[in-house]
């Protein structure tokens, strides 16, 4: 539900690109809760917080008086979280406006039970293709579950007389070949962003690899709540660094090709540190976000040149005889890193530690300071274990062997400090 049908419409394809449930939208709860009368319970409901509280939240009371184990999610674009769920306890989640596709997709697979599939061809409305004036995307008729037919070719124009054909004869929808659903969702997502002048826009993170997030996710048992509080945790640290104009130039430059060797690595690395932590416990809320900005940040002083072949660089960096340049500039790289978060305005310590210490090595074979893991702090301590983790996993074949080879190795490497305790914690979640 969203009572702006173009948000709803966005929702709609996003949702339509991997969940394989039936999917009802409306701009009005009161037409939602007919169905729902109609049809039964929903596997989830997501809704916009006007639709929660503009009709005197009739619908939430329904839900209310069903006791719904339903999953709500909500969308906002004033989230005050903590008050607006303290006061509509069954909200499940909240997620900002304005919406990042990647990250609504992570959250309602992280919650949904069902399957997902790949569909061939993605729906859209045909006033949606007209109001983006198309000629992007091949368009495609449905014939059947299995059938389309190429209407409209690739840099043809579509015209209102077009649609008035097809309206007249009852066709309210077209369809784009499944590879195309990534770029129109990016069309769709920019244009409702260049409207409400979002900041954030840029930095989203583009979760190219949702699919490694949830088969890491599913081998280490975490639980939707693990993975909500995860994504909570990203948006608010992106939230904490668009605010900074300085910030958010490097990262939009540093981030602005989600396939780079570079995003994907950032990407995976904050959802992950936020995810260990929130699997693990005790770092609560303010830690997740403090690790989520630190891996935003900890690498943007290095090149993507370097990205390519960072193993030999980490090799010749903890080497304290190479005194190259290109070397030294390297080993610096946390400093670099570091001067940034200095001009936050809520400067974090925490976060400016993470991100020197993020190469320091339990035996003190580390760098830049060479600290052993008695003057390594829990966070970055944390941080460290789970670059582990990813590293095992970007070096590895497959997901599940990558992470069996992390655990046995981890058992016997972290033996000190920090590191040991949190890597028991973290053994004795998965065992359950
Ligand atoms: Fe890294
Ligand atoms: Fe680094």
């Not at 007209?130 to 409209?152: A, E």
């Not at 070719?153 to 008035?164: I, L, M, R, T, V």
């Amino acid at each position: 539900m969203d009572p702006n049908p173009e948000i709803l419409n966005l929702q709609e394809t996003a949702l339509s690109c991997f969940y394989s449930g039936e999917i009802f939208a409306f701009e009005d709860s009161l037409r939602a809760l007919e169905v729902i009368q109609k049809k039964g319970v929903p596997e989830m409901i997501i809704m916009d917080h006007r639709n929660l509280t503009e009709d005197d939240s009739l619908f939430y009371r329904h839900l209310d008086v069903e006791k719904l184990a339903t999953p709500l999610i909500v969308c906002s674009e004033n989230a005050q979280e903590d008050k607006f769920m303290n006061f509509y306890p069954l909200v499940t989640a909240m997620i900002e406006k304005p919406l990042s596709v990647s990250s609504f997709t992570y959250l309602v697979k992280s919650i949904s039970t069902l399957q997902t599939r790949q569909p061939t061809h993605v729906p859209i409305k045909i006033p949606t293709l007209l109001r983006l004036g198309m000629g992007h995307f091949d368009l495609y008729l449905k014939l059947s579950d299995k059938n389309f037919v190429k209407i409209i070719h690739k840099g043809e124009p579509f015209f209102d007389s077009d649609a008035n054909k097809l309206f007249s004869k009852g066709i309210r929808e077209l369809f784009i070949k499944y590879e195309d659903s990534k770029e129109f969702l990016k069309f769709l997502e920019k244009e409702m962003n260049v409207e409400s002048g979002n900041t954030v826009e840029g930095i989203s993170l583009a979760i190219e690899n949702v699919e490694a997030i949830e088969q890491i996710a599913k081998f280490m048992n975490w639980s939707p709540s693990v993975l909500v509080s995860a994504q909570k945790s990203v948006s608010q640290a992106v939230k904490i660094l668009s605010k900074n104009n300085n910030i958010i130039s490097v990262l939009k430059r540093r981030l602005a090709n989600p396939t780079s060797a570079y995003s994907r690595h950032v990407g995976l690395l904050t959802y992950m540190v936020c995810a260990f932590g929130s699997s693990i416990g005790w770092i609560g809320e303010s830690g997740q976000v403090k690790l989520a900005m630190a891996a935003l940040l900890h690498d943007v002083a290095v090149d993507e040149a370097i990205y390519e072949n960072l193993r030999e660089w980490d090799k010749r960096a903890s080497h304290s005889g190479d005194k190259s340049p290109d070397t030294i500039r390297y080993r610096m790289h946390p400093f670099e890193a570091s001067k940034l978060v200095k001009t936050l305005d809520a400067f974090s310590p925490d976060v400016d530690q993470i991100i020197l210490q993020h190469h320091e090595v339990k035996d003190g074979s580390g760098f830049p300071r060479a600290l052993d893991s008695v003057r390594i702090g829990h966070l970055p301590a944390l941080f460290i274990i789970v670059e582990d983790l990813v590293d095992f996993i970007d070096d590895g074949e497959n997901i599940e062997t990558s992470i069996t080879d992390f655990i046995t190795w981890g058992r016997e490497y972290y033996d000190s400090g920090h590191f040991k305790k949190i890597f028991t914690a973290f053994e004795e979640k998965l065992k359950g």
